[in-house]
């Protein structure tokens, strides 16, 4: 998606209490070739205020400010000059950040450090995010709160009943998963497996972070683990899923060749390898062609494929290739998939 700015540098507001840290993201942006620092805030009152008056095109921001906290700063921000806002912390402050996301932030990064690819990092992310089109993330947005028209039916049992769902997301995706988890029933009976691209040492606050949207029990995934009937089984950043073996999971260090972080196309094709036709894929939003090589694994086995559609995604990016590529079964919104998602795992109850 492309925000239809012209070639002009990205303008970039950085937010944070701390000078040192504001001088080295700085130092980053500004050494980057496209990229200028506009204004710096330190606290969320001064963000808001220099939001309104230098109307940047992107802001990082930090949670824990003085006058005004980043919650809220970001909060006011969407409501008055909606644009990409970046969250950027430390790792203990990664709880917090996620919430964030819950506020209107795009996505969180670890506060950089001196190396090279640190810097690196931060730089890929601001660029990544200046080139959304804030405009169709707000209309998606607007549209997750959105109810189905009337309750679907849902079955005891169905041709279609899977044995697992594995769901691969990106930009966009935390909002998503945690819209999708926060509508499914307590009893639950199948295991669900998520690749979401995060940075190294996030998935924790992640999980903590989904645990207060669902009844359902939400784990970080570990080499070794059995998967569990309505557990949300989390793969950290720092491992792939290699295989799935008598329902056990198979992890090791991620390949150095991977550019995404945690691989979705290793998780996708680890589920189609043992589960084949029992098998769903659910592939959401997010930059990139990370998962579709997997849901093509999983259509090539004879398992369920669904894509979150265009107007409900923050980037229509991974899941439009699928959908073009020709591997997925079904395209639908959002506030769809909860349902389709109960209908496919054959539980006993509706959905509220």
């Known amino acids: 998606m492309s925000s239809g700015k012209s070639n002009r540098p990205i303008r970039v507001l950085v937010a944070d209490d701390s000078a040192l840290a504001r001088e080295l993201i700085c130092a980053i942006l500004n050494s980057e070739p496209g990229m200028n620092v506009v204004g710096e805030a330190a606290d969320g009152l001064e963000a808001v205020s220099k939001v309104l008056a230098l109307k940047p095109d992107l802001v990082t921001m930090d949670i824990e400010m003085p006058v005004l906290g980043g919650h809220e700063a970001i909060e006011r921000i969407m409501a008055q000059f909606p644009l990409p806002i970046l969250v950027i912390t430390a790792q203990s402050g990664v709880?917090?950040?996620?919430?964030?996301?819950?506020?209107?932030?795009?996505?969180?990064?670890?506060?950089?450090?001196?190396?090279?690819?640190?810097?690196?990092?931060?730089?890929?992310?601001?660029?990544?995010?200046?080139?959304?089109?804030?405009?169709?993330?707000?209309?998606?947005?607007?549209?997750?709160?959105?109810?189905?028209?009337?309750?679907?039916?849902?079955?005891?049992?169905?041709?279609?009943?899977?044995?697992?769902?594995?769901?691969?997301?990106?930009?966009?995706?935390?909002?998503?998963?945690?819209?999708?988890?926060?509508?499914?029933?307590?009893?639950?009976?199948?295991?669900?497996?998520?690749?979401?691209?995060?940075?190294?040492?996030?998935?924790?606050?992640?999980?903590?972070?989904?645990?207060?949207?669902?009844?359902?029990?939400?784990?970080?995934?570990?080499?070794g683990d059995r998967l569990s009937p309505g557990t949300v089984h989390i793969n950290p950043a720092e491992f792939s899923v290699t295989a799935i073996r008598q329902e056990t999971l198979i992890l090791k260090g991620r390949d150095g060749k991977e550019p995404y972080h945690p691989s979705c196309d290793a998780l996708l094709r680890s589920v189609a390898q043992a589960y084949r036709e029992r098998s769903a894929g659910l592939i959401l939003s997010g930059m990139g062609r990370d998962g579709v090589e997997g849901m093509r694994a999983i259509k090539s086995t004879g398992g369920v494929t669904i894509a979150q559609d265009a107007k409900s995604s923050v980037v229509y990016g991974m899941n439009r290739l699928a959908v073009e590529g020709g591997y997925v079964g079904k395209v639908i919104p959002l506030n769809q998939i909860p349902a389709e998602l109960v209908r496919l795992a054959g539980a006993k109850e509706e959905y509220a």
């Open 95 to 223: 709880r917090a950040a996620f919430t964030a996301v819950s506020k209107g932030a795009m996505a969180v990064v670890e506060k950089p450090d001196i190396s090279m690819e640190s810097a690196q990092n931060l730089v890929n992310k601001v660029r990544m995010l200046s080139n959304l089109d804030i405009h169709a993330y707000m209309a998606a947005k607007s549209r997750k709160g959105e109810k189905p028209q009337g309750p679907p039916p849902v079955p005891k049992t169905t041709r279609e009943n899977v044995n697992i769902i594995a769901i691969a997301a990106s930009i966009g995706g935390p909002q998503a998963i945690y819209a999708i988890l926060s509508r499914l029933p307590a009893n639950f009976p199948t295991p669900i497996l998520i690749a979401q691209h995060i940075a190294d040492g996030f998935t924790p606050g992640m999980v903590e972070w989904l645990k207060s949207a669902t009844p359902l029990r939400v784990c970080e995934m570990r080499h």
